[in-house]
């Protein structure tokens, strides 16, 4: 059977981008999680662990951040839909010897269209906070490894990030 390419469906048929009619797609349960980190140097690591950083809890700022930008996706990406999110949640693992900080999006939704983009926008504007809180400390921070690991529900399926079968918890 030979392979077919997924068709664009942001754009109509001169080409124009276009935000997709889902309007006769069926409601069904969605959930999206991406992952990401941030880099930082031992004593922005230090800081952020012990609760020190002198702009304060600099991991409950950034969980508050990644899900308030979850929400407000759809005026940041231009054909994204604005959804009623079910949930959302953002966590975080210290990673000391890589001296970083993984940040977990978790999107859920009852509706036509997927979350992919709010779980990746989610933990982005997670990383993005931590830098913005520790920038004093270390201007060096990198974030790195952004990617979708895991989508539920919708007409293609389920999909498992397969460059990280081996991160996949219950979300």
Known sequence: MPETKPKMNHFD?????VMVDVTEKKITDRTATAVGKIRVGRETFEAIQ???AKKGDVL???RVAGIMATKRTWELIPMCHPLLLGKCS???TMLPEELAVEARCTVRVAGQTGVEMEALTGATVALLTIYDMCKAIDKGMELEQVYLLHKTGGKSGDFHNPKHLEEETDD
């Open 13 to 17: 048929a001169q080409g124009n981008a």
């Open 50 to 52: 012990n609760g020190t």
């Open 60 to 62: 409950g700022v950034a």
């Open 90 to 92: 953002v966590d975080f």
